[in-house]
């Protein structure tokens, strides 16, 4: 059997188990790697040597899985040929990794797309997230959207996933988190922050990743919402929203950019950016009648 006829739940799988087998090399090489580079990755953010090394460990690695096709990642302009056809692999290399320098939680994320990019969310067959806080952990499903089962994994120093909990939003919400400067929110969607202060505390680490891993485990809301300057917010659809999306839903929560499932955003570029709503489904409801 070719790779390409491989099963994509299967290559999913195994994409998974790759980037966790990579987790231990990008954590050791954090610490040399805190210094900036020339120029800007192609969502115009600056370039950490981090960044860098990370995208080349995970690309060399997830090319090598059997029925991978494709990888893109944040910090490349163009999609890299594994092969074609198949899997396509998405990858945010370091999310958040303005938080190296404060030394703060970052992440790697993962999207496996069944078919070519850009692609739907409706189209993944897994996705994942590597946290690298105080422990490594992965929170990973495999599956259609809908279907899969959401778990945490801890990530040992020899790259193994320990299997941990199953995901499962709690019932009542205790956090929130929202990105971008609060002068530049809409006014709609300020409104909503101000009913949603009401009820819930602050936590926000500047890292989508960690503030997403705060709301799967207290439940909650996080946002990078449209911003007055950047109305489709700053997060991208392939690499950040769809993955989180996947997760979320799959917790047991919802995902929204204002209007609709985060799933079924029409995809149309590999670096198109999208307004990101997570959280408990009664949130998320509340927000989409806010912005409506
Ligand atoms: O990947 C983009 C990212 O680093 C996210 O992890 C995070 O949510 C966001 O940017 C924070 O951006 P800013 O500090 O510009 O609000
Ligand atoms: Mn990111």
Do not use: C
């Not at 163009?78 to 970052?106: C, E, F, H, I, Q």
């Not at 926000?204 to 997403?212: E, K, Q």
């Amino acid at each position: 059997m070719s790779g390409q006829d491989r099963d994509p739940v299967a290559v999913a799988e195994a994409a998974l188990e790759t980037v966790a087998a990579v987790a231990p090399d990008v954590r050791d090489g954090l610490p040399g790697r805190r210094r900036y580079l020339e120029g800007e990755n192609p969502s115009g953010e600056e370039v950490l040597a981090a960044d860098v090394y990370a995208d080349d460990l995970l690309e060399e690695a997830l090319s090598d899985v059997d029925g991978v096709g494709t990888y893109a990642s944040e910090e490349r302009e163009s999609a890299v040929d594994a092969g074609g056809g198949g899997v396509s692999v998405a990858v945010d290399p370091l999310d958040g990794s303005s938080n190296l320098k404060s030394n703060n939680p970052m992440g790697t994320v993962v999207a496996a797309y069944d078919g070519d990019l850009p692609a739907s969310g409706r189209d993944l067959v897994g996705a994942g997230f590597v946290l690298y806080g105080p422990v490594t952990t992965m929170v990973a499903g495999v599956g259609a959207p809908g279907d899969a089962t959401i778990r945490e994994y801890l990530v040992t120093d020899d790259g193994e996933r320990e299997p941990l909990d199953r995901v499962d939003l709690p019932d009542d919400p205790t956090v929130y988190g929202f990105g971008g400067r609060v002068p530049d929110w809409p006014d709609d969607f300020a409104a909503y922050v101000d009913e949603v202060e009401e009820e819930l505390k602050l936590r926000y680490g500047g890292a989508m990743i960690a503030d997403v891993s705060q709301v799967l485990s207290y439940g909650g809301v996080f946002a990078y919402p449209a911003l007055e300057s950047a109305p489709d917010g700053k997060l991208r659809l392939q690499f950040e929203g769809n993955p989180v999306a996947y997760l979320v839903e799959g917790a047991g929560g919802r995902s929204s950019d204002g209007d609709r499932s985060l799933l079924d955003v029409p995809a149309t570029g590999i670096h198109q950016r999208v307004p990101v709503h997570v959280g408990n489904a009664e949130l998320i409801e509340r927000l989409e009648s806010a912005l409506s």
